[in-house]
């Protein structure tokens, strides 16, 4: 079946369903594989529970014409995708980064929203799958599209590019983050800067952070730029600690604004102007821009601000790597709280790095006075250090609930494979 075809089925069907669980009446359902699974294997099921057709590539699947068979259904959902974006002539901005990409997209699409219909990615899907089912979502009263763009090794930015072709993006930062699958720095920067490089070709719109003078030389070329910082650029942005909470000062032609936020630690500050930019770019009016970033609460265990009995928590345990347990570690010290915890967990594929860069975090955690340490995770078993360790967040929980905290403030930090929210549950 020729794309064109397909996609006149995915007009009259526009709910795209690769999980069988989720089944909605008149969708499509995609018959993706795993390492541990075939979703030819439930066609027939996605079928019985309402699918309108069955998009599979083993062809003994097929029963009747609601079987669609290709030759290969993750690359075909893929064309689909890129074929319904070709649709759509509104800006299509690209988000990628090693740390703050979620966070930024989600400001972005809010800010975006207090004006244009916007769809943007859901949660982080922001891999080879989730990047076209973005796409997918997308309707016909669209006027702005934020993908997100997540990846752990060369030439992954370059093939979203391909499928989203975006004429909007940005790269958050490039720090030390799937350094096992990149290579090192080098090749983090590298691979985030295949956005660049796509953007640079189709004479695209850059939003650049000024701060970071790397992302300056690898956008070199490139001459659509929005740039924006704490010193320099068109939009200003001063940030300040209300508390915990971060507030920005915006400085523009038009005067200054401050955006109180409901984010934790200043590192946030460059998600926050990220999306000042992107919004005032877009004509975005300052006063929804400020209401639109204000209103956001970040959850998902993406530094969130909580409180269980008589300790405060900042749960920041959906991902982690050495840039940003150091900015969280170092954020959370500068802050007048009292009574500091830390809860760590390991950081996760880090490849030959995994040993120094865990010795690295336990010195930097060293230069400072804590009320208690607790460090998860067997990458900590062989480090230098006089804290409390457990192999496993399971571990740690139990001993906690028997030596629960009191009145403390407690960061509790890790990769998501650490599973450090299992920590925060256990407090009471």
Known sequence: MQIEQ???????HPEVITDTRKMKAGGMYFALKGGNFDGNTFAAKAIDGGAAYAVIDDGKY???DRYIVVQDVLETLQELARYHRRQCEIPVIAITGSNGKTTTKELVAAVLSAKYVTYATEGNLNNHIGVPLTLLRVKKDVEMVVVEMGANHQKEIASYCKIAEPNHGLITNCGKAHIEGFGGEEGVRKGKGEL???????????????????????????????????????YIGIPEMDGVFLSVLVKTDG?????????????????????????????????AIKNAIEAYIPDNSRSQWMQKGSNKIILDA???????????????????????????????????AMQAEHQALVDLIDGFSWQQVILV???????????EWYADSNEAASKITSHM????????????????????????
């Open 62 to 64: 097929a029963i009747d």
């Open 405 to 428: 905290p009191e009145n403390s403030t407690i960061l509790i930090k890790g990769s998501r494979g650490s599973k450090m929210e299992q920590m925060a549950a256990a407090l009471r």
């Open 318 to 352: 959906y991902n982690a790597n050495p840039t940003s347990m150091k900015a969280a570690i170092e954020n959370f010290a500068a802050t007048d709280l009292k009574n500091k915890v830390l809860w760590i967990g390991a950081m996760k594929e880090m490849g030959d």
């Open 6 to 12: 397909l996609y006149e089925k995915y007009c009259a």
């Open 196 to 234: 660049y490089d796509y953007l640079r070709a189709n004479g695209a719109v850059v939003f650049r952070n000024t701060d970071l003078d790397y992302l300056s030389t690898m956008a070199n070329g490139i001459d659509n730029q929005v740039t924006y910082g704490t010193k320099e650029g068109k």
């Open 255 to 287: 005067g200054t604004e401050k955006i109180a936020t409901q984010l934790v630690g200043v590192y946030n500050a460059a998600n926050v102007m990220t999306a000042v930019a992107v919004g005032l770019y877009f004509e975005v009016p300052m006063s």
């Open 377 to 387: 995770g067997e990458e900590f078993k062989s480090t230098k250090h006089g804290y």
